[in-house]
Nanobody, 129 residues
C-alpha cells in the first residue's frame, strides 16, 4: 500500500487549501483512514478520520473549517481546509489501517487511537498572518 499526499502550499490567513491522499495497492474492504498534522516542536495531532461505513470525525481544533471526504472510486481521501490560521501551519500526513475483516476496533470513534499501518510522506502547509 502506498499513500501519496498532495495539495499543500503557502497561503495567507483566511485562505483555503485542498489536500489529497491517493492510495494505491489497496484492496481492503474495511479501513480507518485519517489526516494527521505535526508542527515543529509539537506532538502529532489527528484531525480528521473516516471509516469504511463512511462515518467521519473532525477534531475540535479544525471543526467548522475543515471538511473530510473520500472518493472510493479513486481511492483518494481529501481534506478541504478553509479559513486557515497561522496555527494550522504543519506537515500534514494521511494514514491508513485496513483489513478484510470487519473488526469493531477498525470503526470510529475508536479507530482514531490505532497504530496506523501505512503513512504518506506528508505535505507541508504554511499559513502566514
Amino acid at each position: 500500500v502506498q499513500l501519496v499526499e498532495s495539495g499543500g502550499g503557502s497561503v495567507q490567513a483566511g485562505g483555503s487549501l485542498r489536500l489529497s491522499c491517493a492510495a494505491s495497492g489497496y484492496t481492503y474492504s474495511r479501513y480507518c483512514m485519517g489526516w494527521f498534522r505535526q508542527a515543529p516542536g509539537k506532538e502529532r495531532e489527528g484531525i480528521a478520520f473516516i471509516d469504511s461505513s463512511r462515518s467521519t470525525t473532525i477534531a475540535d481544533s479544525v471543526k467548522g473549517r475543515f471538511t473530510l471526504s473520500k472518493d472510493n472510486a479513486k481511492l483518494t481521501l481529501y481534506l478541504e481546509m478553509n479559513s486557515l490560521k497561522p496555527e494550522d501551519t504543519a506537515m500534514y500526513y494521511c494514514a491508513l489501517r485496513a483489513s478484510n475483516v470487519d473488526y469493531p476496533w477498525l470503526r470510529l470513534p475508536g479507530c482514531r487511537s490505532l497504530d496506523f499501518s501505512y503513512w504518506g510522506q506528508g505535505t507541508q502547509v504554511t499559513v502566514s498572518s
